[in-house]
């Protein structure tokens, strides 16, 4: 029901500024891999495996991970899993009460069972340029490795909605009508991924 509405909101928005140039993806994402620069490609990936990802960095402790939230998304978009963890946090998360430390795992558990999780899988997150350093540099750490692809899911809006005024996550919201409310933890902003994705998907399908 919500991606049908996210869907007949963004086409709407897409003829209101037909005559936006849309020559260019959003200056602020990162450059698309060569296979997502086709409306197509990006519909075969959407159709596929893949997983969403997302990360509540502590910039106090020069960004180190303090919570994964990871939606495995099986062929015909189905989501089949999902994995959230806290890592040992000492104080809350983005302001939110610190949880009980039993329930967090080692950085190491959590990377472990992170490439568990994922596979071989593309990712796609939102700030996929920063989520990217994030994970390689935490994954170092311990002597782990990601090759998945990672891709941007705004550079995905972008492809479905060529013309709308903004791809950023607020203004993208408040464009499709949907709330978000403005959260720290992953899990919430993986989610709203997943929405929008969902739109785009059925979006592509239509070109």
């Known amino acids: 029901m919500m991606l049908a ?9 897409a003829a209101q500024n037909s005559g936006y140039c849309a020559g260019r993806p959003p200056a602020d994402r990162v450059r698309a891999p060569a296979p997502l620069r086709s409306r197509d490609a990006i519909a075969r990936i959407l159709r596929g495996e893949f997983v969403i990802l997302d990360f509540t960095a502590n910039r106090a402790a020069h960004g180190e991970i303090r ?14 899993a999902e994995y959230n963890v806290l890592i040992e946090p000492e104080r809350g998360v983005g302001g939110a009460p610190a949880p009980d430390d039993r329930h967090a795992l080692s950085p190491r558990d959590a ?3 992170l490439q568990a999780f994922v596979g071989h899988s593309p990712l796609f997150s939102e700030q996929a340029s ?3 350093k994030l994970l390689e540099r935490a994954a170092s750490r311990h002597g782990l490795r990601f090759d998945n692809p990672m891709y941007d899911s705004q550079l995905a809006a972008w492809s479905a909605w060529p013309g709308l005024p903004s791809y950023n996550s607020p203004e993208l919201a408040d464009l499709l009508g949907l709330k978000c409310p403005p959260t720290h933890r992953a899990l919430a902003r993986a989610q709203a991924t997943l929405a929008l994705l969902g739109a785009a998907r059925q979006s592509l399908e239509r070109w």
């Open 5 to 13: 509405y996210l869907h007949a909101a963004a086409d709407k928005l």
């Open 67 to 80: 919570e994964i939230a990871a939606l495995c998304v099986g062929p015909g978009f189905a989501p089949v």
């Open 111 to 113: 990377m472990r069972l």
């Open 130 to 132: 920063r989520n990217r």
